[in-house]
């Protein structure tokens, strides 16, 4: 168990659709990642925060969004909802990159179908 | 830009095979190098890692080590176990700059009894 915890495991909504996924990261983690993991293109990075603040940008479609919150959880939107974005969407976790403590922590995933 | 190209699988092997699974990084500048491991049905997990230039991480039997001079970190262990069998994800990070962290896409190993 990595400390990291992620709601709900299992989505299956429509086209069109809008999601809200959940993350807690493990206690004293002030960085949150989200990755999206899908069979023909692998982990890909979606975005980064630091403690409320976004950090980094990777992939992430513009009908997605996140945020973090004052207690550091964090919440991945996904709207407008296509087939394609059926996918594994991950939360991880981490003290603080910056600060050398670099390992990240996976929670388990969340499993999203769009029929 | 940054990138990390690992070999591709799926790897198949008998338990108490040797076992390799390249890595190669294209970075500007000096990054943490990592190998993820994900089991089925979970999360990836941190293998082991190495932050410098011939810095060897080694974890359950798993070492690989920084080579700057070649630009690799490729993933061995001397007898692989059925237990083993999972995907293995080579990533490298920055701790200034961007912070992303980038990785491979993952190589399939499956150890047969």
């Known amino acids: 168990d990595s400390g990291v915890t992620q709601t709900p495991k299992h989505l299956i909504t429509a086209t069109g659709q809008r999601v809200t996924l959940r993350c807690s990261p493990r206690?004293?983690?002030?960085?949150v990642y989200w990755y999206q993991q899908s069979l023909d293109q692998g982990l890909q990075f979606l975005i980064q925060?630091?403690?409320?603040?976004?950090?980094a940008k990777g992939n992430i479609l513009e009908r997605f969004s996140a945020q973090q919150f004052p207690d550091l959880h964090s919440e991945l939107n996904l709207s407008s909802l296509e087939l394609g974005d059926s996918a594994l969407y991950f939360c991880?976790?981490?003290?603080?990159?910056?600060?050398?403590?670099?390992?990240?922590?996976f929670g388990p995933g969340t499993r999203l179908l769009v029929l | 830009g940054n990138s990390v190209t690992q070999m591709e699988g799926p790897v198949t092997l008998s338990e108490e095979a040797f076992l390799t699974i390249n890595c190669t990084y294209t970075?500007?500048?000096?990054?943490?190098l990592f190998w993820y491991v994900q089991y089925p049905g979970e999360g990836l997990q941190l293998l082991l890692k190495?932050?410098?230039?011939?810095d060897k991480g080694s974890n359950k039997g798993f070492e690989a080590t920084y080579r700057k001079e070649t630009t690799s970190f490729h993933l061995e262990k001397g007898s692989v176990q059925v237990s083993d069998s999972a995907v293995y994800f080579c990533?490298?990070?920055?701790?200034?700059?961007?912070?992303?962290?980038?990785f491979g896409t993952g190589t399939r190993l499956k150890v047969l009894a």
């Open positions: 970075a500007t500048g000096y990054p943490s």
């Open positions: 925060y630091y403690n409320g603040e976004e950090r």
């Open positions: 990533a490298l990070h920055f701790t200034s700059g961007t912070y992303k962290y980038i």
């Open positions: 206690s004293g983690d002030l960085s």
């Open positions: 991880a976790s981490s003290v603080d990159p910056s600060g050398g403590e670099e390992t990240q922590y």
């Open positions: 190495a932050t410098k230039a011939d």
